[in-house]
């Protein structure tokens, strides 16, 4: 009987997803594929998945590019990719001592056929991903301070960003994690 479910949840750890095919590299209870995403090609047919979900889990893995491109095999066309990293100046970069990189704003513009970065650099990647829409998360006052009353803010606004992202590209901190939605073209 062939496999109908078309959803991949990558470095589910203890994130089990129901409809999403769990992978992560131990066992875990609900996990359905143990597998070190760090091996490539990771054990799945090109063009099998319609959504890629990837929580936290990018910034643990060696190579960034080749991480992008096996998302690229494996989803179809027009799938959506949801991730959510680390920003490049956090301290939640860097906390985790499994952590290999923080991102910027613009890192995931080097796969987007529409951006002047990938336009420059094509041949970083042949992996094409449209940027459907990216949002900045801050926690203030975090990790320092923890106040029940105040809770993660994604910031959406399109101006709001571009003021948020200048003032957390000046200062530490002021931005915990980036999370995106991406097309695969």
């Not at 336009?119 to 106040?147: N, W």
Request: hydrophobic share 40%.
């Amino acid at each position: 009987m062939e496999n109908k479910i078309d959803k991949l949840n990558l470095g589910s750890g203890n994130e089990i997803k129901d409809g999403f095919i769990n992978v992560d590299f131990k066992q875990n209870k609900g996990v359905d594929i143990v597998h070190d995403l760090n091996k490539h090609p990771w054990p799945f047919e090109n063009d099998t998945f319609k959504e890629v979900f990837a929580e936290n889990v990018i910034e643990h893995l060696d190579n960034f590019i080749h991480v992008m491109e096996e998302i690229y095999r494996v989803t179809k066309p027009n799938a959506s990719i949801k991730i959510s990293v680390p920003y490049w100046n956090s301290s939640f970069a860097y906390i985790d001592p499994t952590h290999k990189r923080g991102f910027h704003e613009h890192t995931f513009s080097f796969f987007d056929p529409e951006s002047s970065y990938c336009k420059q650099r094509p041949y970083y990647s042949k992996a094409r991903f449209k940027i459907k829409s990216f949002s900045f998360i801050i926690v203030p006052f975090a990790p320092y301070i923890s106040l029940p009353f105040v809770k993660q803010i994604e910031i959406k606004n399109k101006i709001l960003k571009k003021i948020i992202g200048l003032i957390g590209n000046i200062f530490s901190n002021i931005i915990l994690e980036l999370r995106l939605e991406l097309e695969r073209v």
